[in-house]
């Protein structure tokens, strides 16, 4: 089962430049830890050392927010997509 994770400019950058990533498991954190296990640059800006969802890192899948459907226990099915926001900040 593959979902598909769509990174902004800034997290692709720590993927070598990928800004679309496939990825399986039963729920979105299982696919989730298996991205970070294959680009150790992004994984830490995906979950926190405990593997947590960080707040200001916002997760849709299916354009739904996460936050409000089970966060990384929200199972994902083939053919998902997960876009992945992280707060911008600046003055």
């Known amino acids: ?3 598909t ?3 902004p400019k800034v997290l692709a950058e720590l993927a070598g430049g990928v ?3 496939e990825a399986g498991g039963a729920t979105l954190g ?3 830890a298996e991205v970070a ?3 150790p640059a992004l994984g830490p800006r995906l979950r926190d050392g405990e593997g947590r969802p960080y707040e ?3 997760y849709y899948l299916n354009d739904e927010d996460i936050r409000l459907n089970g966060g990384f226990a ?3 099915a083939d053919g998902d997509e997960v876009i992945i926001v992280p707060a911008v900040a600046g003055g």
Do not use: G, Y
Request: net charge neutral.
């Open 1 to 3: 089962m593959a979902i």
């Open 5 to 7: 994770f769509q990174l």
């Open 19 to 21: 800004r679309e990533i």
């Open 30 to 32: 299982e696919a989730v």
């Open 37 to 39: 296990a294959r680009f």
């Open 56 to 58: 200001f890192v916002v």
């Open 74 to 76: 929200a199972p994902i």
